[in-house]
């Protein structure tokens, strides 16, 4: 059992203070029944709530894949800086965050959410998580380069990176490579298992390389919806959502 006002701030249909201004004005009904109090209790799995005439179906955790452009910054709020979570103001679901962060300038698949279990499964360095990078170099991309980077560099923390997995793009069904860009020498899949600071960047600096373009293409098993223009959004599907909780051994 739940009260209405939480219900509704559950669903990000405001602040506490709003959703008791919104229920009090009467745009709020239960089982079809216009409801003005705050507290009412009801049971979130079988009341039928609407706001506004629109039916709201619980959910306390909400998961979205974001196509993240660059020129925004991964964090929730920021006084100067478009944020994440600016690209979202219409996503239902209350303190939604990025789980981890891209930099300003990366692009491609940033999970937001709501479930802090989840993101710290999913962050948690023990759980060596695989996200797949396609990343454009400034420089050819040497055998010896993607030799060193498979075996792990030195980035300057004490360990050197762990082995990464690197392949480069086959032209003929890659959507990178346009006919007249010949990017296949200085361009690269890169798929890491650890989330350091600038890791991308900083690797291929290691190796001699500089990194021009940088995005994210996967995380776990869930993958870049290429259907997403950048700064658009969408719920995770129910089979996404379940392959990553059996992924961070949250399944039932
Ligand atoms: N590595 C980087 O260098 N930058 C990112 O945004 C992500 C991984």
Known sequence: MIRLDRFL?????GSRSQVKSYIKKGQVTVNGQVCTQSDYKLDECSTAVAFGGKELHYQRFHYYMLHKPAGVISAVTDRKETTVLNLLRDAPGKELFPV?????????????????????????????????YFVKTAQMVTEEMIHQLKEGVNIGNEKKTLPACVSRPEEASNPFLGDTENLRDSSLFLTIVEGRFHQVKRMLRAVGNEVVYLKRMSMGTLKLDEGLKKGEYRALSEEELRQLRELTGMGE
Do not use: Q
Not at 109 to 131: C, F, Q, V, Y
């Open 100 to 132: 981890g962060r891209l930099d300003k300038d990366t692009e491609g698949l940033l999970l937001i959410t709501n479930d802090g279990k989840l993101a710290h499964e999913l962050l948690s360095p023990s759980r060596r998580i695989p996200k797949t």
């Open 9 to 13: 701030c559950d669903m990000g249909i």
